[in-house]
């Protein structure tokens, strides 16, 4: 069993900075490609920004500049420094990680989301 735990959301008035951290716990060999993804009311789930085991990162076009996605392999956890935050970035945040568990299977794992609202 793998929990992914996400925490660092809030309200922030627009051109403020949050940071983002999901904890994965539970029966880990390794971690493979992390990413982040948001959902706003009405709209479909997109990916924000991800990072592969080695550190390759990858960001939506409305975030880059903006968004710097980062890991800590020893402690199996995944940033996202978020600034210059408009309105349109609010949403639920979500993390999904791609695992080996211990027992050598290869799942996705999704934590339970953070709310993120840029509001002046």
């Known amino acids: 069993q793998v929990q992914l735990v996400e925490s660092g959301g809030g309200l922030v008035q627009p051109g403020g900075s949050l940071r983002l951290s999901c904890a994965a716990s539970g029966s880990i060999l390794s971690i493979n490609v992390v990413g982040w993804y948001r959902q706003s009311p009405g709209k479909e789930r997109e990916l924000v920004a991800a990072i592969t085991s080695g550190g390759t990162t990858n960001y939506a076009d409305s975030v880059k500049g903006r968004f710097t996605i980062s890991r800590d392999n020893a402690k199996n956890t995944v940033s996202l420094q978020m600034n210059s935050l408009k309105p349109e970035d609010t949403a639920v945040y979500y993390c999904?990680?791609?695992?080996?568990?211990?027992?050598?299977?290869?799942?996705?794992?999704w934590g339970q989301g953070t709310q993120v609202t840029v509001s002046s």
């Open positions: 999904k990680a791609n695992v080996v568990t211990k027992t050598l299977y290869m799942l996705d794992y």
